[in-house]
């Protein structure tokens, strides 16, 4: 299949680096120019700087923490990776919210909100259950190019994620996951916006 234009125009960005390293690296002896670091920032400025959900600083950190020294980084890849980076939040989310409903955790509820905590904590682990259960066809989706399919499924995930969050503001309660929602809603997002450009 031929490259999208998207992944010629990043590929453009990697071969520019690579011809500039030695000069860059001479003219700043150290410490060494990172092309990797640069080349994420790249992509993550494309997909980062017009959107309402995450900022380039938080692809960043995401897309950054995982990357391995693989050459051929496209758009494809870094979908595949948020991919990941998400379906790791949800199983890590999905034991916090375990935890929590058999009362552990550390987090102290007010008696009278008890119930209410408890039936959104529920009503989460199966938000976070279904992310789990589409993760293995969404990989494979961004696998086979089918990056439709595979945005479907992330809208899905954003959506699941916020409707988690959203259960404890309308039940009047504290959310317990509130961080855990909030990155779990903007990896999926940042799937999605990465797959549009591949
Ligand atoms: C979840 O994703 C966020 C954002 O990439 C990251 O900072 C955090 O470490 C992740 N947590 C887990 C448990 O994977």
Redesign the pocket.
Known sequence: MAPSTSSVRLMRVVVVLLLLFPVLLKANEAPPFSVKAQLILAACKSVGEGSTYFNVQ?CE??IG?VIGGSADLDYQVFGGIAVR??A??A???KAKIDRLLRGGGGVKLKAEDDVAVARCLQSCQSLYGGILYDWLACTAAVKTRLFGEARRILEKAAAAAKECEDGFGKNNVASPLSA?DD??F??AK?GVAFLRLA
Do not use: V
């Open positions: 938080f950190g995401a923490s980076l998400l790791e939040n199983t890590s989310t855990e990155d779990a903007k990896l940042l």
